[in-house]
């Protein structure tokens, strides 16, 4: 029995083995901290040998550990010396700069400080003395107006594009570490994210069309029209770079990698309240937003515009096109002809507009006021009957 428990120990010493020594260098695995001491940091990565970390790769800007024992971390195997498995979360901060080029074969990202700016990009130090450069497109994933204001004096993590004269020469690249997170963090999206819900995202980037926000791995896109409710005429009056906001997400298409977004959709609508606020029959005073053919869109509220139908317009007197009589901008009086909200629409017509049929009531009345004064017995027969039949004529007509 003791020889076949030796037996089955044997074989799982052999698998672990086994198993360590698959692990290539510049391989990126997930280890759990199970010891930490001043200089070295013991890490499980599922064998029986453990792994090894310096400590001042877990030290924050204040000097105290970032991480406890149980924690697990993100780690890159640098390579087996002796019975140690040597591991590096970053190659150039505590670690030694004997593995720059062992980082630039294995793609291991390498921590750099962004001393100054220089012809075409910036010098980067590496482990506080080695020299490097980083053009200004290698930077980021995004162009920024002032490069030395965002880069100049911090710590950032690269990777070793090039690797020449003995270390001599290495040129860098942060974009790179930065879309291949991009691209975990996009995976990660495809599992959990869904058209309908409400992500927390970062203003990216600003177009005349939209908003560009990340969302964590992708950017989505909020196009000008899902921004507000009312009519957006520059995007920059809404957002600016690096602003938090809250969105919708509206529609996803993962094959050409474009997310719509929705900002308007977080705020009240504001056609919830158009009937209290725009009775039909109340007066207002609008503004002229648009001239069409048809009519004059007049902005009542942010987000609620209505429509003067060109038959209201000229007093009377036929036009061919709103802009004979107003323009974009211009303040107007008007009163709510109707109101039709499953279609968000309102009609409206100008206050000292008279209808066809308010003109035949104004009509008829002066008519009979006419008759009932007692005047026809002032005129003769002839006049009278005249008269009469003057404004009859013209009732009928109307009809």
Known sequence: MEADNDSFEELFQAEDSRKLQQIKPGQKITATIVGIGEETTFLDVGGKSEGVLNSSELVDKEGNFSKNVGDRIEVYFLQTKGFEQLFTTTIGSGSSNAHLEEAFRSQIPVEGFVKAEIKGGFEITLGGNVRAFCPYSQMGLRRVDDAAGEYLETHMKFLITRF????????????????????????????????????????????????????????????????????????????????????????????????????????????????????????????????????????????????????????????????????????????????????????????????????????????????????????????????????????????
């Open 164 to 399: 020449e004269e003995g270390g001599r020469n290495l040129v860098l690249s942060a974009r790179a570490i930065q879309e291949a997170e991009r691209a975990e963090l996009r995976e990660q999206l495809k599992e959990t994210l869904e058209e309908g819900q409400t992500v927390e995202g970062t203003v990216s980037s600003i177009r005349d069309f939209g908003a560009f926000v990340d969302i964590g791995g992708i950017d989505g896109l909020i196009p000008i029209s899902e921004i507000g409710w009312s009519r957006i005429e520059n995007v920059a009056d809404y957002f600016t770079v690096d602003q938090k906001v809250t969105v919708i997400v509206k529609k996803i298409d993962w094959e050409k990698d474009r997310i719509s977004l929705s900002y308007k959709e977080t705020l009240a609508d504001p056609w919830d309240t158009a009937a209290e606020q725009f009775p039909e029959g109340s007066t207002h005073t609008g503004r002229v937003v648009r001239l069409a053919q048809f009519g004059a869109f007049v902005t009542l509220a942010p987000g609620i515009d209505g429509l003067i139908h060109i038959s209201k317009l000229g007093s009377g007197r036929r036009i061919h096109h709103p802009r004979e009589v107003l323009e974009e901008g211009q303040d107007v009086d008007i009163t709510i002809e109707g109101v039709d909200l499953s279609e968000r629409r309102i009609s409206l017509v100008p206050t000292d507009y008279v209808s066809e049929e308010s003109k035949e009531k104004a009509e008829r009345s002066e008519y009979q006021s006419f008759i009932s004064s007692g005047n026809t017995k002032k005129k003769s027969g002839s006049q009278v009957g005249s008269l009469g039949a003057l404004l009859q004529a013209k009732i009928a007509e109307k009809k």
